[in-house]
């Protein structure tokens, strides 16, 4: 399997998602501005997008995935179905108790998230929150159905379903926004209906690989079974690994909450470009990654671990260096040509812009977590990257008491970003006196080279910013044509530059 082909093709059918993504972002802004009830939308929301990736896309995914390989390498068809129908089971049953009591404990919840929203927006945040919280039982079973897909290396249908997410809430708020009060409960509609729609298109695809899984009434069978042990004794330290990132994300939440009205939702904008290349990158290569270095650690090829965590790596940097460098120098234009539209003023676009280069700042940490901690799990070692997540934590509040007073919204978005470059390099560092990556030769002159090609881009971009006008009484048409004629540009300027300095695509091939 050629690993660049196979990360290409997840990243471009990722890019689908994260388009309909920025679609959706583009209509909650010109529909509902960032004030308090986008900001109660945006709790009530990231509430089972936390446990969704605590317990689905994050510990469960990093648990299950290796262990499920390491069954398909080394056991039959009849005890690989065996191991995915009990964790299953379990995963269900869990699922929909920690749903009820989503359901029944939302008030508190809410105020443990966000307590500063104003009375209004916090009971909308509850209701929303009741009618989404079943929202992360149905996205963690389409957890569990990719994990099995991608180990069977079919990565497209995971890869392009969180697009209907983004489809679903469009259509919701479209639809809805005139017939429902608050107007901004249409959304929360639209998300309920995405979760269904996801998980219905992964079953086709399980079935015509014969691994559908299949649910049991018998809840304790299943937990006493020895594949879902293993699986929870894995996704203990892993729980607590996501959890540490997530328990940050609350606690900025909080804060965020008693900053201005508003500050939750420009943090979420900003976000959701950081996620851009963040999902295209880091994403791609993390679903490619883990399985392949679980099947070379099934095989004890240690020099096959260390070659895909360097290809990886090297990836990252060629792509990711350059979009740091337009989040930093390109974040105003970037926001003010995407969200500048209906009830999303001058103003906002300042402060989401101000978010986003914050976030710049660790981008390329931030896609390095998602390389070198596959390379903990598929050793199922999750005991480090809990140990450093936890260091990580403490130094991300120390840095909010520092950079909140002085920069608000933006504090919480720069400490993200810093404690993101502490954990990727512990990370790093941790893997290497393991003995378990060594880098390739080169890596001085590659990584000159890369920095050599930022400088054209940069300049390029700078002019942009700084000579053609984004303000709206421009013309939301020539905006955005300026804007993408500066990208695409810069895109070219690049690749135009790493070719001059000898790169070819062939230098990032990789076959397994």
């Given amino acids: 399997m050629n690993l660049l082909k196979a990360a290409s093709t997840i990243s471009l059918l990722t890019l689908t998602s994260r388009i309909t993504g920025l679609l959706r972002e583009i209509m909650v802004a010109s529909y509902f501005g960032a004030s308090g009830w986008t900001d109660a939308f945006n709790v009530a929301f990231r509430l089972p997008n936390l446990l969704r990736r605590m317990f689905a896309e994050g510990a469960f995914s990093q648990a299950f995935v290796p262990l499920l390989s390491q069954t398909r390498q080394t056991k039959t068809a009849a005890q690989t179905q065996e191991l995915i129908d009990q964790v299953a089971t379990a995963l269900l049953w869990i699922l929909a108790g920690i749903s009820l009591a989503g359901v029944l404990l939302a008030p508190l919840l809410v105020w443990l998230t966000a307590s500063g929203l104003h009375p209004a927006a916090f009971d909308s945040a509850v209701w929303m929150t009741r009618l989404m919280f079943p929202y992360a039982g149905l996205i963690s079973l389409v957890a569990l159905s990719a994990g099995i897909l991608n180990t069977w290396k079919h990565f497209a249908v995971p890869a392009v379903t969180p697009a209907l997410l983004n489809l679903s809430i469009i259509g919701a708020a479209v639809a809805l926004h005139r017939l429902v009060q608050p107007s901004i409960h249409a959304l929360a509609i639209g998300v309920m209906l995405g979760g269904v729609a996801q998980l219905a298109v992964q079953w086709p695809a399980l079935r015509r690989y014969a691994v559908v899984p299949r649910f049991r009434l018998h809840f304790l069978a299943a937990w006493r079974s020895d ?274 300095l000898g790169f070819r695509l062939r230098h990032f091939m990789h076959n397994e």
């Fill in 227 to 500: 594949g879902v042990h293993r699986v929870v004794k894995q996704m203990l330290p892993a729980s607590l690994s996501v959890s540490v990132a997530q328990v940050s994300i609350v606690i900025n939440t909080q804060i965020a909450s008693h900053l201005h009205a508003g500050s939750v939702s420009w943090l979420a904008y900003a976000d959701r470009l950081m996620e851009f290349p963040t999902a295209l990158l880091g994403v791609a290569l993390g679903s490619v990654l883990l399985p392949s270095l679980s099947r070379a650690v099934a095989c004890d090829d240690v020099a096959k671990y260390s070659t895909l965590l360097d290809w990886g790596l090297r990836l990252t940097l060629v792509l990711a260096l350059p979009s740091a460098i337009a989040l930093l120098i390109f974040a105003q234009p970037l926001v003010s040509m995407l969200f500048n539209y209906g009830r999303f003023d001058h103003a906002d676009v300042l402060a989401t812009a101000s978010a986003l280069r914050a976030y710049g700042i660790g981008l390329i940490a931030l896609i390095g977590i998602k390389i070198l901690a596959p390379g903990f799990y598929a050793r199922q070692d999750l005991r480090t990257p809990v140990k450093i997540a936890l260091l990580v934590l403490l130094c991300t509040q120390l840095m909010n008491l520092l950079f909140v007073p002085w920069l608000g919204h933006a504090g919480l978005a720069l400490a993200i970003s810093l404690g993101a470059m502490l954990n990727a390099s512990l990370l790093l560092r941790g893997l290497r006196r393991r003995g378990l990556f060594q880098p390739q030769p080169g890596w001085r002159l590659y990584a000159g080279k890369i920095a050599l090609a930022q400088l054209p881009l940069a300049a390029l971009l700078l002019w942009g910013a700084s000579t053609l006008h984004w303000e709206r009484a421009h013309g939301d048409a020539l905006r955005l044509g300026q804007g993408m004629g500066v990208l695409l540009a810069g895109a070219l300027v690049y690749f135009a530059t790493l070719r001059l």
